[in-house]
């Protein structure tokens, strides 16, 4: 069983800072990619940033520049540290992770997201 669970969310006037954080545990044999996903009301869940195991990271052009993801191997857990933060960001964000966990075969597993409000 593998659980990821997420901490970090709130809410912050338009241009403040936020810093995710979402840890994996449970029979974890290899964490391949993490990153994240929001969604905002109404709206599908889009992606935001991925970070391979070895640190190589990708993000959605709305982010570049504001947002930088990151992550500890050996702890399992992957971060988001969010600036600039604009009223267009407030969505609900889902960590997730390409886990290959002991009896099981290789799969995304997701956590159960933490809310990000930005407001004034």
């Known amino acids: 069983q593998v659980q990821l669970v997420e901490s970090g969310g709130g809410l912050v006037q338009p241009g403040g800072s936020l810093r995710l954080s979402c840890v994996a545990s449970?029979?974890?044999?290899?964490?391949?990619?993490m990153g994240w996903y929001r969604q905002a009301p109404g709206k599908p869940r889009d992606l935001v940033a991925t970070?391979?195991?070895?640190?190589?990271?990708n993000y959605v052009d709305a982010v570049k520049g504001r947002f930088t993801v990151s992550r500890d191997n050996a702890k399992n857990t992957v971060y988001l540290q969010m600036s600039s933060l604009e009223l267009e960001d407030t969505a609900d964000y889902y960590c997730?992770?390409?886990?290959?966990?002991?009896?099981?075969?290789?799969?995304?597993?997701w956590g159960q997201g933490t809310q990000v409000t930005v407001s004034s």
């Open positions: 997730y992770a390409d886990i290959m966990a002991g009896g099981t075969s290789q799969r995304n597993y």
């Open positions: 449970g029979r974890i044999v290899i964490t391949n990619s």
């Open positions: 970070i391979t195991r070895n640190g190589i990271t």
